[in-house]
T-cell receptor, first 114, second 108 residues
Framework: EAQVTQNPRYLITVTGKKLTVTCSQNMNHEYMSWYRQDPGLGLRQIYYSMNVEVTDKGDVPEGYKVSRKEKRNFPLILESPSPNQTSLYFC?????????????FGSGTQLSVL | QKEVEQNSGPLSVPEGAIASLNCTYSDRGSQSFFWYRQYSGKSPELIMSIYSNGDKEDGRFTAQLNKASQYVSLLIRDSQPSDSATYLCASLGGKLIFGQGTELSVKP
């Protein structure tokens, strides 16, 4: 089954404790991205990757890191989480055809930073 | 800052009515437009895409695009309670930008 697998589903942590949210896709997509979703603000892109070892900042990259060592995996790293990073996070992957970008989303990670 | 704007709602319609969801975008270079549906606690899923001015129909859903007015809409005919969700509009012009979403509630 084609899917984007994101873990964990829920995470509660404390300020400053490093954490990693994993994301893996089995559709051989070149493009992967991370979003955070906050009430009234919609989906905002954190980082994206066009292919292995190619990553770039989205609209809200501060406080986050990513890596793309393998095509299927795109982990999101919070080196020193802060309460303003409490949010719902989505990983997504896609193929990019001309004039078309259909995103496949993971099931989301609800992060609470205390 | 390129933006996509939606009324956050909630928009409430009775079952069987037409629900009309609207979206405006600021980037005139945007070429593709998308509507994603997101049920509460779930991830977004693509339901419609539109690239040319005019209407595009898919079952009970019709997407409308007016590039001159920078306006995109989604009509849902014969609305059902199962259509109750948040609908996200997105534009693609170099990068994909999402609006904040409109919450739709269909009352039986």
């Amino acid at each position: 089954e084609a899917q984007v697998t994101q873990n964990p589903r829920y995470l509660i942590t404390v300020t400053g404790k490093k954490l990693t949210v994993t994301c893996s896709q089995n559709m051989n997509h070149e493009y992967m991205s991370w979003y955070r979703q906050d009430p009234g603000l919609g989906l905002r892109q954190i980082y994206y990757s066009m292919n292995v070892e190619v990553t770039d900042k989205g609209d809200v990259p501060e406080g986050y890191k990513v890596s793309r060592k393998e095509k299927r995996n795109f982990p999101l790293i919070l080196e020193s989480p802060s309460p303003n990073q409490t949010s719902l996070y989505f990983c997504a992957s896609s193929f990019i055809e001309e004039l078309n970008e259909k995103l496949f989303f993971g099931s989301g990670t609800q992060l609470s930073v205390l | 800052q390129k933006e996509v704007e939606q009324n956050s709602g909630p928009l409430s319609v009775p079952e069987g009515a037409i629900a009309s969801l609207n979206c405006t975008y600021s980037d005139r270079g945007s070429q593709s437009f998308f509507w994603y549906r997101q049920y509460s606690g779930k991830s977004p899923e693509l339901i419609m895409s539109i690239y040319s001015n005019g209407d595009k129909e898919d079952g009970r859903f019709t997407a409308q695009l007016n590039k001159a007015s920078q306006y995109v809409s989604l009509l849902i005919r014969d609305s059902q309670p199962s259509d109750s969700a948040t609908y996200l509009c997105a534009s693609l012009g170099g990068k994909l930008i999402f609006g904040q979403g409109t919450e739709l509630s269909v009352k039986p």
